[in-house]
């Protein structure tokens, strides 16, 4: 899965325009990722991703994602579980270079155009 994480992030880094930037990519349960979501969003539940931005050019900043949440999702959208785990990596790096989809509307539509984007290419690749 490692391996599988890098291809992904560096390709998807690369059509970015962040092919120089690091990030920290953590692989957790639901019970982990549930305490970050408290602390750091006050909301008491699991999510399938998180994002903490470092706004530094160099190192973007830390994905989180719920294995649990990945498999689970993967199941209901009928999906492989490596092209839910490349659309969640692809959803926290858009995070990271600030989309967003929270308060909905027009920065949702750009979200989600650009995360179809960028899997688009991921799946070109052969990446997921």
Same mark, same amino acid.
């Given at each position: 899965?490692?391996?599988?994480? $890098?291809?992904?992030?560096? #390709?998807?880094? *690369? /059509?970015?325009?962040?092919?120089?930037?690091?990030? #920290?990519?953590?692989?957790? +349960?639901?019970?982990?990722? $549930? @305490?970050?979501?408290?602390?750091?969003?006050?909301?008491?539940?699991?999510?399938? &991703?998180?994002?903490?931005?470092?706004?530094?050019?160099?190192?973007?900043?830390?994905?989180?994602?719920?294995?649990?949440?990945?498999? @689970?999702?993967?199941?209901?959208? *009928?999906?492989?579980?490596?092209?839910?785990? /490349?659309?969640?990596?692809?959803?926290?790096?858009?995070?990271? =270079?600030?989309?967003?989809? &929270?308060?909905?509307? $027009?920065?949702?539509?750009?979200? *989600?155009?650009?995360? /179809?984007?960028? =899997? +688009? *290419?991921?799946?070109?690749?052969?990446? =997921?």
């Amino acid at each position: 899965m490692k391996a599988k994480i $890098r291809k992904i992030s560096e #390709s998807a880094l *690369r /059509g970015l325009g962040y092919g120089d930037s690091e990030l #920290s990519v953590l692989i957790t +349960g639901n019970e982990e990722i $549930r @305490a970050l979501n408290k602390e750091y969003r006050k909301i008491d539940k699991a999510t399938d &991703v998180l994002s903490f931005p470092m706004e530094d050019p160099e190192m973007l900043g830390d994905i989180v994602i719920s294995y649990e949440k990945l498999l @689970a999702q993967a199941n209901e959208f *009928r999906v492989t579980a490596d092209e839910e785990l /490349g659309r969640l990596l692809v959803h926290g790096l858009l995070h990271l =270079i600030g989309y967003d989809h &929270v308060k909905g509307g $027009r920065q949702a539509k750009e979200m *989600r155009e650009k995360e /179809g984007e960028v =899997i +688009g *290419r991921l799946k070109e690749k052969g990446f =997921i």
